[in-house]
């Protein structure tokens, strides 16, 4: 290699040096307990000394393009996960550059952005935290930040990874990005099409309202089909989304079979890795947007299989007045 050869290269290293430093001042980890307190973790942190134990489980939660810790569904999140799994829960803010009002510019920062996320991954391990208690969740951007990083840290080391409306546009031609080597099961929950991806990809793909496309609960931004996600997901730690037939007829390739009775979407599920493919579950305009109140999967062929469909349409839950 010649003189300017190695200097072009260096120059460039220091580059890249820099560039990812500038990211990891602009990014914060903070940290929530089983006991209650949190604190922001930065990567010098012994994350054991300060209240997360590495013997326990761990949670990271990545928000999407626009959020923030003040964004209404993290912090229910939060809440939800520290009464359901307990452990210690990690959250990842970006919102330096997620606050960006041009989405492809937040796009083009996936590398660095992602590489402090897989840094913090790396800390955990190095800190004795077990992958088998490693939990990721993550929405839109959100979710192909923690696909990406599920894939770098090792395939299939973390156990478990929920993926609320991962984002499409800007990810239609990302081959690399395969979730199902980002944790042993991923867990994906679709409900647009205009925001999120079209790929059907994870262990299990939830087809949410209208073939995970549209959302009758869907108004204006951020409460589109895209942003009802995680409230969906949210509502799903108290509120039941089961498994139905494919009333609406949805296209797809790989319909999951031997489904188990009362198999639902969500956190709460216990028997995930029983089930692999596309499921449905209709959804209503209004909280807790689960529109059945009875259980079960029903796939019995017949002529009474509309009638079953126009009941389950008629059980739409209606707002209040």
């Not at 609960?217 to 509120?239: M, Q, V, W």
Request: glycine share 8%; net charge positive; charged share 20%.
């Amino acid at each position: 290699m010649t003189l300017v050869a190695q200097k072009s290269l260096f120059l460039l290293l220091v580059s890249i040096i820099a560039v990812f430093g500038d990211f990891e001042d602009s990014i914060t980890f903070t940290a929530f307990t089983k006991d209650g307190d949190n604190f922001v973790s930065t990567f010098d942190d012994n994350l054991t000394e300060r209240g997360c134990n590495s013997s326990e489980k761990v949670a990271v939660v990545v928000h999407g393009w626009g959020e923030s810790m003040e964004t209404n569904w993290v912090n229910d999140l939060i809440k939800n996960l520290r009464e359901y799994r307990g452990g210690c829960i990690i959250f990842m803010d970006y919102s330096n550059h997620s606050i960006d009002r041009d989405y492809f510019n937040l796009v083009r920062k996936f590398g660095p952005i992602s590489s402090v996320l897989i840094r913090k991954l790396d800390q955990l391990n190095n800190q004795g935290f077990d992958d088998k208690n490693m939990f990721m969740y993550g929405f839109s951007f959100g979710a192909q930040l923690s696909i990406y990083a599920g894939m770098s840290f090792g395939k299939n080391r973390i156990a478990e990874m929920d993926l609320c409306d991962p984002a499409g546009p800007g990810f239609v031609l990302a081959f690399e990005l395969r979730p199902t080597f980002a944790a042993k099961n991923v867990q994906c929950i679709h409900t647009s099409s205009a925001k999120g991806t079209m790929k059907r990809n994870c262990h299990q793909d939830w087809l949410m309202g209208k073939c995970g496309r549209s959302q009758d609960a869907a108004g204006i931004f951020p409460r589109g089909s895209h942003g009802l996600c995680p409230k969906f997901y949210n509502s799903a730690f108290t509120n039941n989304f089961y498994a139905t037939e494919n009333m609406y007829r949805c296209p797809s390739r790989r319909v999951a079979v031997n489904v188990p009775k009362n198999f639902k979407m969500g956190y709460m599920e216990t028997r995930k890795n029983k089930v692999f493919g596309d499921l449905f579950s209709p959804t209503s305009e209004c909280y807790p947007y689960n529109n059945l109140p009875a259980a079960g999967i029903d796939n019995r062929p017949g002529p009474f299989a509309r009638m079953r469909r126009q009941r389950l349409t008629q059980e739409l839950r209606r707002c209040e007045a």
